[in-house]
């Protein structure tokens, strides 16, 4: 069955750095864009960045352009964020999705990795 696990979050200071990995299973990574989503505490999903399948087109929210970098390694069906210079408004549940083959929905989620961003 379709599974992505998320990893890679934790406690960080404001203007330090963490990855995040989601490791894919069960469909044809390479076939599919992904997504990250966040949710931070008492508020609503949050769309973050997206790839394409062949990773060579990537989308980010204005809140994070030039901060955070969204990569794949389809050899390993592995999904990455990259996050630099991050702020307490970054903390949030962080989710991979499978966008949908439609390209209209996410289709498929991770439980999600926690990123929390305090002195």
């Known amino acids: 069955q379709v599974q992505l696990v998320e990893s890679g979050g934790g406690l960080v200071q404001p203007g330090g750095s963490l990855r995040l990995s989601c490791a894919a299973s069960g469909f044809t990574f390479s076939s599919y864009a992904m997504t990250w989503v966040r949710q931070a505490p008492g508020k609503g999903l949050e769309w973050v960045s997206d790839?394409?399948?062949?990773?060579?087109?990537?989308y980010y929210t204005d809140s994070v352009k030039g901060r955070f970098t969204i990569s794949r390694d389809n050899a390993r069906n592995t999904l990455y964020l990259q996050m630099n210079s991050l702020k307490p408004e970054d903390t949030a549940v962080y989710y991979c999705a499978r966008v949908g083959l439609g390209g209209n929905a996410l289709d498929a989620w991770g439980q999600g990795t926690l990123v929390t961003v305090s002195s």
């Open positions: 790839i394409d399948s062949g990773g060579g087109s990537t």
